[in-house]
């Protein structure tokens, strides 16, 4: 066990205090007006130890607010404590931070920093923090020093703390506990036995998922079975509808073995008939054979005729086609004889040219003009004989000149006469040809008229041969033909005997009231079968709804067998609730806790609810809140080893509260009381 | 044979006959959940039979159907839960006896302000019980029955004295058994061979259960119990 004990609290400079020194004793009554520093001095206890104010917040507002010229100085709280009778003196100062920076005349705020000391030595944040862990932990300082904390907490918090105070409870106190009718908890324990399961809650979602999917599984049956009975047909009579069939079934068969007895005996004196009429038959075939051959000999004459006139046409096609080639050809010679006479006729010209040239070459005279004989230099007068030799000279040169202009003449005529030549003998062979050609076109030409009068004739004649009327030809063919005549006779004749034979026999029984009755029977039966195939359908039906039944069934079983699991949970825990509620609740003087709550659906919720004579905290009044309060904060110093200075604010309002060990500083509103008073007991 | 009282009164009634391997549930008027508790949630070999469509008497019925537990109960009673058409809804009627596993039952017209039977059970462990709820007088004796279950709703007097309104007594006296009735009837039948006399239904206002048990026990000489929920009793021919 540990106490701790608040001896003194000093404060400078601190929010609105500026120096103030608080001696405590077992029982301290400090007394203030509103605003005169009761909350402050609870602010700087817990600043003190945590550099929090009793809000959680860090260094909050620590200065002065109304007089801001304070701020420069060190905000400071002391504390002297009582650890088990040792003293630890703890100091938090609190700085802001000024400096000069460089070339500047002028100090810079730059911050904050806080110094700590133990017992006077300055430390660093760690050591002054370990100090103070090792007097109490920072998460239990509110725990054992604020009676109104606890309740502050979220239920869930509170509520482990409270089972944590309860101390471990094992399987077998549970068990040994619980006692049920309705399960003997076997199962569970072999599930905690197994460790299967990371807790009971976890196998416990396992289980309500497993249900979920069954659930679902279960609902499918309804519908499903719901459809199996809308498709089940009537329930008939059976047996009559079988005892029914099977009577027309009989009746059937007495029907066709009449038939067939009746057609076998048919079939007996028949046999006799049969072969004459198959004899009749093979006669008939010959006399087919007969007459397809006439017919045949008839169609292919009717089919020469037509081969003949194709065959004229011919003639008479490529005989028109042989003029329009003479023709042809004619025309395009004429076309070459009458170029032949346009290029003689051009050629004549030429000749005429050259003779008329050579007339006039021919008749040129040489002229020489003796004053004409000058040197060509020094233009005087050449001399005679100089005149005589140039005048032979030059009547040389013309003579000459002009025999070679004439013969040039003459050989262009030479050349021209060669090609007249030429020209002529071709248009010759022309002519002649022109000439053949005529004499074969006006040949060919008269076999015109001879073919077409052919041609004529022929038409003439297929036209008779078509118009026949091949299969009147035929009978008259036929009725010249000996062998058919032969055939007829003899058909005749057996045809006779057919007759004489088929009447022998009488008149042949149809049958048709017992058909009719047959075909009435069979649709009867057919309606029968059909609906005695219902049976087969209703049993396969009901085998099918007694085997989702079945399953139905099973699938409800199964929900139940994991609800009886879960119900065995819920008394397990439900069990362990108790146990617990009695162990917390044994450790309190004036509250009880309310652990659980008892849901509608018969489970139950965790929760944590703590109560004052059967009124939850959070509706208690001012005094009741404290005591209880107070109640739990004593509770948990015990439970936690330690007794630490306890604050109690509005104390005004509260005219008792409980004994417990540790030391109480109360704060008293009192408007008469401008400055703190202290009352230390 | 064990008589379990689910539940008995107009908040919810369901009894158990439990036999070796069959379970027969009398009404199910009770969440279905409370119903498999009693059944230590094994569902093989149960079957239902209901009197009439009130909640207090049907309330779980499509639940238990649906679990695949047959429900017998007449046409009306089905009709009114709009289950008429449910694959495990027997309909019986009235006069008529149906065997359900070892169990025969007899259902009989009772006067009540729907359509609601009365039941007369046999099976060997328990012999021939009387079943009876929610009727304001019977009409009929039941010579040789083993056990009686039967309703004993409430007292005249008692009613008068607290002040129940009057539309609801009207409802009450004309639909369920008082006091007097009850021991009418236990007058005029044969209980030479009955065993126990199990009183439901008690009303919670209108009754006082130590008085009706000690005034049938008087006037019967058998083994009264008010029947309540959790309570079980062994329910044979003979107390031995």
């Known amino acids: 066990m540990k106490t701790i004990y608040l001896q003194t609290l000093s404060l400078r400079n601190f929010k609105g205090i500026t120096d103030l020194l608080i001696q405590f004793g077992q029982s301290t009554k400090i007394s203030g007006a509103n605003e005169s520093g009761k909350s402050t001095i609870l602010s700087a206890f817990f600043w003190l130890l945590t550099g929090k104010d009793e809000f959680d917040r860090k260094d909050y507002e620590i200065k002065n607010t109304l007089r801001k010229e304070l701020n420069a100085q060190s905000h400071e709280v002391e504390g002297v404590f009582l650890v088990n009778n040792r003293e630890l003196k703890l100091k938090r100062v609190y700085m802001e931070d000024w400096q000069k920076p460089k070339g500047q005349s002028q100090k810079v705020f730059k911050g904050h920093y806080t110094e700590y000391y133990v017992n006077d030595v300055p430390v660093s944040l760690t050591e002054y923090q370990a100090d103070v862990d090792a007097m109490i932990s920072p998460s239990l300082i509110k725990l054992l020093t604020n009676p109104h904390y606890f309740n502050s907490l979220d239920w869930k918090d509170q509520r482990r703390g409270l089972v944590d105070i309860a101390g471990e409870i094992t399987n077998e106190d549970i068990f040994t506990s619980m006692n049920s009718k309705v399960t003997d908890f076997s199962h569970l324990r072999e599930v905690l036995g197994s460790g299967k399961y990371k807790d009971l809650d976890d196998y416990k979602k396992q289980l309500g998922a497993k249900k979920a999917g069954l659930k679902k599984d279960s609902e499918q049956y309804l519908p499903r079975i719901d459809e199996a009975k809308r498709g089940l047909p009537d329930v008939l009579d059976w047996d009559d509808l079988a005892k029914q069939i099977k009577a027309k079934k009989a009746r059937v068969e007495d029907i066709d073995q009449q038939l067939a007895d009746y057609s076998k005996g048919l079939q007996e004196k028949q046999k006799g008939i049969t072969a004459l009429n198959n004899e009749i038959f093979l006669k008939n075939t010959l006399l087919d054979g007969i007459r397809s051959k006439i017919k045949s000999g008839l169609l292919e004459n009717q089919n020469g005729k037509t081969s003949e006139i194709a065959s004229v046409q011919n003639q008479i096609d490529s005989n028109n086609r042989e003029v329009s080639r003479l023709e042809k050809e004619i025309t395009s010679k004429d076309e070459m004889v009458e170029r032949c006479k346009t290029e003689i006729e051009r050629l004549d010209m030429l000749i005429q040219g050259n003779r008329e040239q050579w007339e006039k070459i021919n008749a040129e005279k040489f002229v020489f003009d003796e004053n004409g004989c000058v040197c060509p230099s020094c233009k005087q007068q050449l001399p005679v004989d100089d005149v005589v030799k140039t005048k032979a000279g030059l009547l040389k040169n013309f003579n000459e000149g002009v025999a070679s202009r004439k013969a040039d003449e003459v050989r262009k005529s030479d050349r021209s006469k060669e090609q007249k030549a030429q020209e002529e003998k071709t248009l010759q062979s022309l002519e002649q040809a022109i000439e053949d050609l005529g004499t074969q076109l006006k040949v060919t030409k008269e076999k015109v008229p001879a073919l077409a009068q052919q041609l004529a004739d022929i038409k003439e004649l297929a036209k008779n041969a078509s118009s026949i009327d091949i299969e009147a030809a035929v009978t008259v063919l036929m009725d010249k033909n000996g062998d058919a005549l032969n055939l007829l006779d003899e058909i005749e004749e057996l045809r006779k005997l057919v007759k004489i034979q088929t009447d022998a026999l009488g008149e042949p029984v149809t049958f048709e009231k017992e058909k009719a009755e047959k075909a009435t029977l069979n649709e009867e039966l057919d309606e029968l079968k059909e609906k005695l195939s219902r049976k087969a359908t209703i049993e396969k039906t009901e085998l099918r709804i007694a085997q989702l039944k079945k399953e139905e069934s099973a699938t409800a079983q199964e929900i139940a067998t994991i609800e009886q699991k879960e119900f065995e949970i819920e008394a397990y825990n439900r069990a362990k609730m108790d146990i617990l509620e009695k162990r917390v609740n044994d450790r309190f003087r004036y509250v009880s806790f309310r652990l659980f709550d008892q849901q509608v659906n018969g489970g139950i919720a965790d929760t944590c609810v703590c109560e004052y004579k059967d009124v939850p905290y959070k509706t208690l009044n001012t005094a009741a809140k404290l005591l209880a309060g107070l109640d739990v904060l004593n509770t948990l110093s015990q439970h936690y080893e330690i007794y630490a200075p306890v604050f109690c604010d509005n104390r005004e309002s509260v005219t008792f509260i409980p004994e417990i060990n540790s030391q109480i500083i109360s704060l008293f509103v009192s408007p008469a009381d401008t400055t703190l008073r202290v009352e230390a007991a | ?240």
């Open chain 2, 1 to 240: 044979m064990e008589l379990r009282v689910i539940g008995s009164n107009s908040a919810g009634n369901a009894y158990l006959l439990k036999g070796e391997t069959e379970t027969l549930l009398i009404e199910c008027g009770v969440q279905f959940r409370k119903i498999k508790e009693a059944l230590q949630f094994n569902l093989q070999g149960v079957s239902c039979i209901v009197t009439h469509c009130h909640g207090d008497h049907a309330k779980a019925i499509k639940d238990v159907l649906n679990a695949g537990v047959p429900v017998y109960g007449g046409v009306d009673t089905f009709k009114a839960c709009d289950v008429d058409r449910h694959h495990n809804a027997m309909v019986i009627r009235a006069g008529l006896s149906y065997q359900i596993g070892e169990f025969k039952v007899r259902p009989f017209s009772v006067n009540h302000d729907v359509p609601c039977f009365g039941f007369l059970i046999h099976h060997p462990e328990c012999g021939l019980t009387l079943f009876l709820t929610d009727t304001y007088y019977c009409d009929y004796v039941f010579p040789g029955i083993n056990n009686i279950i039967v309703e004993c709703n409430h007292d005249e007097l008692i009613m008068e004295g607290n002040g129940t309104p009057g539309f609801l007594r009207d409802r009450i006296v004309q639909s369920h058994m008082n006091l007097e009735t009850c021991k009418g009837l236990l007058a005029a039948n044969d209980l030479s061979t009955v065993n126990n006399i199990v009183l439901i239904h008690l009303s919670d206002s209108n009754s006082d259960e130590r008085r009706f048990v000690r005034e049938i026990r008087d006037l019967t000489g058998k083994n009264v119990v008010a029947a309540s929920a959790g309570l079980s009793i062994p329910f044979n021919k003979t107390a031995i």
